[in-house]
């Protein structure tokens, strides 16, 4: 596991929590949780493959997509829910968060910033669509659909009534400073910890 939000999302999981992994893949991260922090963890997926292999793992995995708005769970089911690097990939990214914080006392996003110098500079000077170790694809077989800046997702998390808990960023080395006071800008990705305002 070498993407780095993902070492921060395990940071952020208390030890024993009920973990709700959304799109997990073949399970590899929720395993990692079940290991190193003790979490009683589900994982939902829409991928058999990916089904067949978290099974494999001794996961608990549900089959959903999760733009049909997870109804199969109910409200504070668990400690955290995760999403890493999906949202997105999401047909209605602000329903899910909402769902998100209902599910689960405390959510925790991962997204790769669209709004990062690089970006803006590849877009600007080239005309085209970027790509990046973060977004590797081209714009024609990507699955992000809704491209979002830390700044969009702030100011989101505004509009739906949610609560930022914590802002960690990932930036270059030489960048890390500017990624934490300009993550706009500087951030190639931004995770974050959140949960109902008030809660």
């Given at each position: 596991m070498n993407r780095l939000d993902l070492k921060t999302v395990l940071a952020w999981i208390t030890p024993g929590s009920r973990v709700l992994d959304l799109g997990c893949g073949d399970g590899t991260f929720l395993a990692r949780l079940r290991e190193e922090r003790g979490a009683h963890g589900v994982g939902v997926d829409i991928d058999p493959e990916n089904l067949i292999a978290s099974v494999s793992k001794g996961l608990d995995v549900v089959q959903e997509d999760i733009n049909d708005g997870l109804h199969c769970f109910t409200t504070n089911s668990f400690d955290v829910v995760v999403l890493a690097h999906a949202l997105q990939e999401l047909t209605h990214p602000h329903i899910a968060l909402q769902r998100m914080v209902d599910i689960g006392d405390?959510?925790?996003?991962?997204?790769?910033?669209?709004?990062?110098?690089?970006?803006?500079?590849?877009?600007?000077?080239?005309?085209?669509m970027p790509m990046s170790r973060a977004m590797p694809r081209h714009w024609y077989d990507t699955p992000n659909i809704h491209f979002c800046t830390v700044k969009d997702f702030e100011s989101l998390c505004s509009e739906l009534k949610i609560d930022i808990v914590e802002r960690a960023t990932i930036a270059g080395p030489a960048q890390a400073l500017l990624g934490r006071w300009f993550p706009n800008l500087f951030a190639s990705s931004a995770i974050y910890r959140i949960r109902r305002a008030g809660a």
């Open positions: 405390e959510a925790i996003v991962s997204f790769p910033n669209f709004g990062h110098w690089r970006c803006r500079a590849h877009l600007g000077l080239k005309g085209r």
